[in-house]
């Protein structure tokens, strides 16, 4: 028995042990420290029952349970989905220059709420309001942690214990269950629904207006459509009803597009400045869908209606931190800059043409066709995403690699292993990696996560 357990190594082996060393890196020296402990206290169990320890599988066992807890953290990856917009990978990506400013911010202190003037307290919305105003046209905005929390927060200030009007059409459910009527349950409105799936007219809104209705809110359907035999309101006679009845019009605007895809190769999407020009009170929508900034939630429309959402006390535990505001606000300049927008990443992914995806498509599939059952370069289509645009796919262009042994499954599971991840889709026989998301500069990264997965 005492022989059995000499034969177990000491602990400072296995952390020296470069397969166990590499992850101190990204957990930390104790948890490494924490699973060698775990793993030799098993193994004295396993030689005690009669089971002679080996080091090979200590360390396999180590590592396994150190790449498990590595892949739950938070990881950088190269989307190859040909999806911009991937809510699962983190939407959008941000420009240099906001995540310049983020880091700036994070890093030491800032004047987040102190008048450097005056020297007396602030609000933290001021740091963005003027280039919210700027941006969209608006009076004003605010800025919440998520768009959901914009909606609740218009909601809470405006219409608990009220009515809002919302079309049938437009009770739409998004991603994670997020769902109108419970957010609007859980404010402590009451909804009221007017006209069909189909149609709606301006007359069941106009029915429907009480002394109990607080606001009418429109609502972007995400990835849902309706076509064929539909009818709804044009934003302006909505707007021309509220001003006629003293009934707020708000529009949850989702994506957010500051400026028009078309001219991107995409189809138009409604733009912030459209909403503002509409006259619609409110508009709420995202930070990092379409606007291409950090995560958050906008408000912008009206001085008044903003004023009071300013003063609401649910908006202090809504509210963004230094880091948000200074990327936010980093990215809101570069729209008003001349030719900003191609720095922000989402808009110069979409500025890529096809001939130049296939280029690169060659370059990496040229890398490949040696370790590989083949090669190639393969037409795509890719989608902004982010609940924006679900019918419109933009022409793309990525590889196709089909794996020696005939298990795209398998080959699409390493890659998504791999330093850094690639998430990449099995089609058939073939893993499909577009390069449309992808920035040029990390092709390299492409080939040599390729030839990794497909030499294990």
Same mark, same amino acid.
């Given at each position: 028995?005492?022989?059995?357990?000499?034969?177990?190594?000491?602990?400072?082996?296995l952390?020296?042990?470069?397969?166990?060393?590499?992850?101190?890196?990204?957990?930390?020296?104790?948890?490494v420290?924490?699973?060698?402990?775990?793993?030799?206290?098993?193994?004295?169990t396993r030689?005690?029952?009669?089971?002679? +320890?080996?080091?090979?599988?200590?360390?396999?066992?180590?590592?396994?349970?150190?790449?498990?807890?590595?892949?739950?953290?938070?990881?950088?990856?190269?989307?190859? /989905? @040909?999806i911009?917009?991937?809510?699962?990978?983190?939407?959008?990506?941000?420009?240099?220059?906001?995540?310049?400013?983020?880091?700036e911010?994070a890093?030491?202190?800032?004047?987040?709420?102190?008048d450097l003037?005056?020297?007396?307290?602030d609000?933290r919305?001021?740091r963005?309001?003027?280039?919210?105003?700027?941006?969209?046209?608006?009076?004003?905005?605010?800025?919440?942690?998520?768009?959901?929390?914009?909606?609740?927060?218009?909601?809470?200030?405006f219409?608990?214990?009220?009515?809002?009007?919302?079309?049938?059409?437009?009770?739409?459910?998004?991603g994670?269950?997020?769902?109108?009527?419970?957010?609007?349950?859980?404010?402590?409105?009451?909804?009221?629904?007017?006209?069909?799936t189909?149609?709606?007219h301006?007359?069941?809104?106009?029915?429907?207006?009480?002394?109990?209705?607080a606001?009418?809110?429109?609502?972007?359907?995400?990835?849902y459509?309706?076509?064929?035999?539909t009818?709804?309101?044009?934003?302006?006679?909505?707007?021309?009803?509220?001003?006629? /009845?003293?009934?707020?019009?708000?529009?949850?605007?989702?994506?957010?597009?500051?400026v028009?895809?078309?001219?991107?190769?995409?189809?138009?999407?409604? /733009?912030?400045?459209?909403?503002?020009?509409?006259?619609i009170?409110?508009?709420?929508?995202?930070?990092?869908?379409?606007?291409?900034?950090p995560?958050?939630?906008?408000?912008?429309g009206?001085?008044?209606?903003?004023?009071?959402?300013?003063?609401?006390?649910?908006l202090?535990?809504?509210?963004?931190?230094?880091?948000?505001?200074?990327?936010?606000a980093a990215? %809101?300049?570069?729209?008003?800059?001349?030719?900003?927008?191609?720095?922000?990443?989402?808009?110069?992914?979409?500025?890529?043409? +096809?001939?130049?995806?296939?280029?690169?498509?060659?370059?990496?599939?040229?890398? %490949?066709?040696?370790?590989?059952?083949?090669?190639?370069?393969?037409?795509?289509?890719?989608?902004?995403? @982010?609940?924006a645009?679900?019918?419109?796919?933009v022409a793309?262009?990525?590889?196709?690699?089909?794996?020696?042994? @005939?298990?795209?499954?398998?080959?699409a599971?390493?890659?998504?292993?791999?330093?850094?991840?690639?998430?990449?889709?099995?089609?058939g026989?073939?893993?499909?990696v577009?390069?449309?998301?992808?920035?040029p500069?990390?092709?390299?990264?492409?080939?040599?996560?390729?030839?990794?997965?497909l030499?294990?």
């Open positions: 028995m005492t022989k059995t357990l000499r034969g177990i190594p000491a602990a400072h082996r952390l020296a042990d470069p397969r166990v060393a590499r992850r101190a890196g990204v957990l930390g020296a104790p948890a420290k924490a699973a060698v402990d775990d793993a030799l206290a098993r193994a004295r030689a005690l029952g009669g089971e002679e +320890p080996s080091f090979e599988r200590l360390v396999a066992d180590v590592s396994g349970r150190l790449d498990a807890a590595a892949a739950a953290a938070l990881h950088p990856v190269l989307n190859g /989905t @040909g911009l917009l991937h809510t699962n990978l983190g939407r959008a990506p941000l420009a240099a220059e906001a995540a310049a400013a983020m880091r911010a890093a030491g202190y800032t004047n987040l709420e102190v003037q005056s020297g007396a307290r609000s919305q001021d963005v309001a003027a280039l919210l105003r700027d941006a969209t046209g608006a009076e004003d905005g605010i800025v919440v942690n998520n768009c959901a929390a914009a909606v609740l927060l218009i909601l809470d200030a219409a608990r214990g009220r009515d809002v009007v919302v079309s049938r059409g437009e009770l739409v459910e998004i994670g269950g997020f769902r109108v009527p419970d957010v609007l349950a859980r404010s402590g409105a009451r909804l009221v629904e007017v006209g069909t189909n149609k709606t301006l007359r069941d809104f106009e029915r429907a207006l009480t002394a109990d209705t606001l009418v809110l429109r609502t972007h359907p995400s990835n459509r309706i076509e064929g035999f009818a709804d309101v044009a934003a302006r006679d909505l707007v021309a009803l509220g001003r006629r /009845t003293g009934v707020a019009v708000v529009e949850d605007l989702g994506s957010g597009a500051l028009d895809l078309a001219a991107y190769g995409a189809a138009h999407e409604r /733009t912030v400045q459209e909403a503002v020009a509409d006259g009170d409110l508009v709420a929508f995202s930070g990092d869908k379409l606007l291409g900034g995560q958050a939630g906008i408000v912008v009206r001085a008044a209606p903003i004023a009071r959402l300013r003063a609401t006390p649910l202090r535990a809504l509210r963004p931190d230094k880091a948000t505001l200074a990327a936010l990215t %809101l300049r570069l729209y008003l800059q001349p030719g900003g927008a191609d720095r922000i990443p989402l808009y110069a992914m979409l500025r890529a043409t +096809p001939d130049a995806l296939r280029e690169r498509a060659r370059g990496i599939a040229d890398a %490949l066709r040696p370790l590989a059952e083949s090669a190639e370069p393969a037409a795509t289509t890719a989608y902004v995403g @982010g609940g645009l679900p019918q419109s796919g793309s262009f990525g590889v196709a690699v089909l794996p020696a042994d @005939g298990n795209p499954n398998a080959l599971a390493r890659l998504r292993r791999g330093d850094p991840p690639l998430v990449a889709r099995a089609d026989s073939v893993v499909v577009d390069l449309r998301a992808i920035p500069e990390r092709d390299r990264d492409v080939v040599a996560v390729f030839e990794r997965a030499r294990a």
